[in-house]
């Protein structure tokens, strides 16, 4: 898939929407980092083919975050997106869609996605709690969807038609996966999800965060849980995957990981 990504041109044509953003500027407070958000697929190739070119020991601290944010976030208030270093985004130019759009909304809208995200969170919160996992206050708190502190170069509010925008990047994902599965955004995840998924495996994933959470809580340090869960991964990296013969028949645009 992230070959045919770069043969067809699919990274070509995401760079060109993102250069259509107009250039803003804010206040680096990075408060808006506190997660990792979702990414359409394109851009999920478009991380990976990033990822591919720098040393082999970045990738896998990487994978190290991206796990430790997929198991342990709702227990974690002072977590942040896999990519931040301290207020710097280590991967400004290659940004997702949400991180472009945030901070370029109306103000209604806001205020309406923060309150549904706080209304999600307090109920995963309430859920987890059946199986006896605690979620600080903080973390149902945290939820931020929007800023009112971006402008542009001369200091003036920015608003741009987001919905007009993620379709354009939605056809993107189109021309890789089934369209049904781009109508229901069912691979509209972050790059932990998919990262953690692809590393522990897909069916596993919900039981293995349960039974984490719970130790974490009892009192085993997250560094040593994290330790032993990566020490039995496998490398989701697909430059070191070796495609069987049946694989290689996989009918084109199916993805395995969705």
């Known amino acids: ?4 990504a770069q043969r067809t041109g699919l990274f070509d044509a ?12 804010c206040e680096n407070c990075a408060r808006c980092c506190f997660e990792s958000p979702g990414i359409f697929f394109v851009e999920y190739l478009h991380l990976l ?12 601290n990487f994978l190290a975050f991206a796990v430790r944010e997929l198991i342990f976030s709702w227990i974690e208030p002072d977590r942040t997106c896999i990519f931040l270093d301290e207020s710097r985004c280590t991967i400004y130019d ?11 909304v109306a103000p209604a809208e806001r205020d309406r996605a923060e309150a549904q995200a706080r209304l999600a969170a307090r109920q995963e919160a309430r859920r987890l709690s059946h199986f006896g996992i605690e979620v600080p206050e903080a973390v149902v708190q945290r939820s931020l969807v ?5 402008r542009d170069m001369k200091g003036r509010p920015v608003a741009v038609d987001g919905e007009e925008i993620a379709a354009r990047v939605a056809r993107l994902d189109a021309a890789l996966l089934p369209q049904q599965v781009v109508i ?14 692809a590393a522990l495996g897909e069916d596993s994933t919900g039981a293995l965060k349960l039974q984490l959470l719970r130790r974490a809580q009892a009192g085993v340090p997250v560094r040593d849980l ?10 989701p990296w697909p430059f070191q995957l070796k495609r069987s013969p049946r694989a290689s028949r996989r009918p084109k645009g199916v993805d395995p990981d969705c």
Do not use: K, N, W
């Not at 995401?14 to 500027?25: S, V």
């Not at 290659?94 to 370029?104: N, S, T």
């Not at 929007?146 to 971006?150: E, G, M, T």
């Open 226 to 235: 994290l330790s032993t869960l990566l020490a039995h991964a496998q490398l």
């Open 1 to 4: 898939m992230l070959r045919r």
């Open 146 to 150: 929007s800023c009112d502190r971006v």
């Open 14 to 25: 995401l760079r060109r929407i993102y250069e259509q953003f107009p250039a803003t500027i």
């Open 49 to 60: 083919d990033m990822l591919a070119a720098i040393p082999s020991g970045r990738r896998d």
């Open 184 to 197: 229901e955004e069912f691979c509209f995840r972050s790059l932990p999800e998919r990262l953690g998924a």
């Open 94 to 104: 290659r940004r997702p869609l949400a991180c472009r759009l945030f901070g370029l």
